[in-house]
């Protein structure tokens, strides 16, 4: 990557401008506007932030490129892009423990707060989710306005990129910390940037080998430089016959799966030992067969779907993990770009070749 | 049911005969053969049994019509038949803690006790397990010889046909305790022998509320009298919905899934809570797709392969619950008959108009 | 107890008074006094509840006797009472998903939302929580205004005098339900109303057998009564020797202490399987010493501290068990009282010979 | 330390001999005698190893100083010592998977293999342990027989030191693994070898912050050399003060006690954020009392009695850390003496000037 800025000159706060510039999806087609649009309004008990980085997301790619779920799901009209880092510039009436200049990541998931999932500690899976740069205006822009208990400050000593990504690490903690990972052998299935995320997140959660699987030499390449013990090229070797040799015959404990991809869950499922888990975050592109009895009961096999981050307490375990200094994501973080070339960063992504790419919005010194 | 017989007078041990009458799986084909064989020598560290009553599973009827899996797995030769009760008449000499006489029910894994899972409390899905009644000799018989630590001693208030089928029930608590119980709403889909014990075991163990869905107005009729408290007619109405009703829109906490039908499982999915779980150990006759996006992954589901009973926390739940009288496992055994009517009990399991059949060995009064 | 009034006719609501009568902490020392006040100001997210009934807690009785602990933690004016259910009479602006005449029961700690705790699913014991009755103004008046996040819909099905304890039943809730309770053994030490509650609820989640002790034979009558397996007087029996004979010499698979006896504690502990449980909610009076080794280290026994309610799994848990009519509350209810009398209620408390105390408000017909 | 032998060379076995030197408690008072023994015979089911290193552990302190928890446990005549390493020189009959040279640690607790908490995964707390070098004849000899379950294949990676040691580190992992670890702020009260342990094994397993305290500036030195990123001298510094400084104010996850120390117990639990674990390995001398209210109850904490290793979980994911060398044990081995100077031994131990001391026996190469 570029380079990374440790420490962010925080500037004296501007009077606001009433219109800025932002990555809007305008149309109910392929693509994505670059235009002028409205300074959000700050709620009572809302935040507002002027974006400082901005990460780029697979599922951004599926609103640019308007498939079919983002047909169902997407408002048109919308301000996209839901990882972002921000300096406060302005409060709600409500708000507490804030202070103008505070610099905040975000959780992207805006909760109802009353559905049984909700009440019991589950609000990852609220009923009634509604999602920054999907339903509501996101952080493709100069400014956001979130609800305050969304807010997360930033870690003191990472840097502003690292922090702009906190929300899909954050993803990778879930997935990672939804089964046993001290002194286990884990595999991450698929190294798109959340899988890379999740090889640091496992070696830093105290997972004695982690194995990566992809068919992508530039993304296996990455696996290593974020520290896999050992990285499968599945196109070139047999997954399972890998981890057998590696772990001496007594195969996963889990497998952390990214990618979506059914040979790569069948694998999965199939190098894990009896009783291990497979967590599923990777979204397959289509319905797909399994053969349930072999790989699934007769292990004795525990699957989790996974989506999201628990609130709050994935953000407690990757503060902790940033904080310490355990967990460095930077290897991850393959290229830093002006916000004005968003196209630019979605052709990067349709490459294959990038790891996570960030964007600089306007006015903001890289 | 016919009858049970809450008190088996123990009568003096007989000099042991050297053949015996028993069911065995003599040819590579349909069918099974009731002939006489040797009386099964007794190990150092076994337990020779005379049986009192033995259970027929779904399982041997697999066995008998000699299907694919049949084929692959069984021991042409070996007497069937792994649920049973009988009276310890003969002991090895490294046998401690058992007397002659003791009535004892039986766990059918023979576990290797080296591999990880044994050694990791997770015995039932050892690597190496071999079977009583498909890779050994079992209880179809008129005697049978055990591991004795395999021996469970049967409850002294339970008749011997409830005895019997201890180990198929204990399939029921296995699949009902790998996830919450107490206070929870909680379906069974597919009310067969197992799905009848799990109504019996979900209300012993603490739900609140448990649904039963069957298509056979016989078995719903018998998930009656196990006393779920609503039954779901799947041809005639609609799963998910009468969920919904039932539950007050709340969905269900867990789904125990009894049927291996593609259209069960993708319903009791459906009918889960976001965060709810799946515990799955009916067999699916053949591989079927899931659309894994919108039932697993969105909805935060946790999905459990079982098989087998843990060795042998669950043998000491399903004795609480035995010994205590919270479980009442009567109204699931509609039939009892003598086992040299071994293929008229394969012809009721195939009718489905039957619930748990036990058979009466040669030479015991029923 | 006297009777309990099945359904409630909803009245149409009147104007409000500008005043009410209500029991108020009015001085610093013993006592309390009725008098009147004004009828409380309903914020923007609360609820103005009309109280129906309300249950008296031994917390009431520390601060009537105005001991240590009530010295360092209630506020002087307080209007006292945080066991309550209440019809709603007036909702203020940002309120949603409730309506006028809805009758409610409450949660009685107000979280701050924002710590550690709040964030991670564990409100309960949230660093900053101020509670009903005792740092805000509570339940034994005529009206009270709760926070509408605070406010669970009480299930219809059950009197108006079990809904207004859901709140210490909730304490026995969350007890009972920190440890295994399915097929297990149990044993409740101490009758008092929440002990009293722990039986049923023990019960009705699944335990296999539950052992209640204490020292009157009026409150094990009633332990009898809420249908406890066996029960204890151990100022007569050996506490350890009856659980000894009572489970064949396993022992108890937890113990749910609600004396804060130091003997009971450590008979509790002596009388537990090794690796068994240990959920403390009653509180000791003083400092007490225990055997450490010989008690919790060579056993590896597991003791939980446990405070209030899950916030909310406990009260979706206990509305279940109230919904279903498996738990039922009534046999420990044993006096219903005009509030006016509630220096006579305070005298019954000290007695010992009361099960749950409940008050009727002024106004209301019992 | 002296030096590690990072690859002992196999030797041809040599025929055994009748006689051996070992450390006998020979008289039931203070002290020991190193005398000539039998060689110990080797059951069917046995291993007989000759020992190539052995710790030296607190409790063989206490058997030196016939103190009174030795006097009513210790067979008169036992050869002790129950952590050591060895190369199998002979095998019972019944034994299998093990080869004559193989090098073996040892689970020193030798269970009865039917109790309930052996036959649920909990071996550790088998009502009828026996204790090798305790109960039966144990490894501070120049052979000792074990049963070939309690064996563990020493890591091909670990000098020969280390493998002696994997018993007593069983007892940190055991204590570090009873509550959560990853992305984890963790202190570990008592730096003696069990302390410096879980100080290397809190880290491997991916803790956040490792604190530890001590009295002892020799033993904290040692705490920095296993890398814990805080070390607290209490006799200096205020625990719970330095506690709130390192994390910010959020206070600890979990507190593994190892000191036995009933200030530390105390403070371990004031500095645990509400809701956090207390796992208490180390064993107080005598009984002591504790505010109970204040800082079990109201925190809603819980407190794990630990002992002994999980059977065998334990050392699969202590043979991991190991194996994969994310746990170094080096440092905490500082002495290595020939076995012929164990009164040496036992005085350094007095001393408190050593961490972990380990003994060569006769005939042995260091």
């Given at each position: ?196 995320f999740a090889i640091g997140v496992a070696r830093a959660a105290g997972a004695s080998l982690v194995i990566a699987s992809d068919i992508s030499p530039y993304r296996l390449d990455l696996a290593r430089r974020m520290k896999a ?104 973080i393959t290229h830093v770009l002006p916000m004005e070339k968003f196209h630019d960063a979605i052709a990067l992504l349709r490459s294959g070749n990038a790891g996570k790419v960030v964007l600089v919005p306007w006015g903001q010194?890289?």
């Amino acid at each position: 990557m570029t380079s990374m800025t440790q420490t962010e000159t925080r500037t004296p706060l501007p009077a606001l401008p009433r219109t800025m510039k932002a990555v809007v999806k305008a149309t109910a087609g392929p693509g994505a506007e670059i235009k002028d649009v409205p300074v959000p309004s700050c709620g009572a008990g809302d935040l507002l932030l002027r974006v400082l980085r901005a990460g780029v997301c697979g599922t951004d790619l599926h609103i640019y490129e308007w498939d079919r779920w983002a047909q169902d799901r997407v408002r048109v009209g919308v301000t996209t892009g839901h990882e972002f880092v921000g300096e406060i510039v302005a409060m709600g009436a409500q708000v507490q423990n804030w202070r103008l200049g505070d610099r905040v990541s975000c959780e992207s998931h805006i909760v109802d707060g009353t559905c049984l999932a909700c009440r019991t500690g589950n609000a990852h899976v609220c009923e009634n989710t509604r999602i920054l740069g999907v339903d509501v205006n996101g952080g493709f822009a100069e400014f956001v306005a979130v609800p305050a208990q969304n807010a997360w400050r930033a870690p003191a000593n990472v840097p502003v990129e690292v922090a702009a990504v906190m929300e899909p690490c954050g993803n990778a903690v879930h997935t990672a910390f939804s089964g046993p990972l001290s002194a286990c052998t884990i595999a991450v299935t698929g190294c798109g940037p959340i899988g890379l995320f999740a090889i640091g997140v496992a070696r830093a959660a105290g997972a004695s080998l982690v194995i990566a699987s992809d068919i992508s030499p530039y993304r296996l390449d990455l696996a290593r430089r974020m520290k896999a013990d050992v990285v499968v090229d599945v196109t070139k070797e047999d997954f399972v016959q890998r981890v057998r040799e590696t772990t001496g015959g007594r195969m996963l404990d889990g497998v952390l799966e990214m990618s979506g991809s059914a040979p790569a869950i069948r694998e999965g499922l199939a190098a894990l030992r009896n009783g291990g888990r497979l967590s599923l975050l990777g979204l397959p592109r289509e319905n797909f067969e399994l053969d349930w009895n072999r790989l699934v009961i007769f292990k004795g096999v525990t699957v989790h779907g996974i989506i999201g981050r628990r609130m709050y307490e994935t953000w407690y375990q990757l503060d902790n993990m940033l904080t310490s200094g355990r967990l460095d994501l930077k290897p991850a973080i393959t290229h830093v770009l002006p916000m004005e070339k968003f196209h630019d960063a979605i052709a990067l992504l349709r490459s294959g070749n990038a790891g996570k790419v960030v964007l600089v919005p306007w006015g903001q010194a890289a």
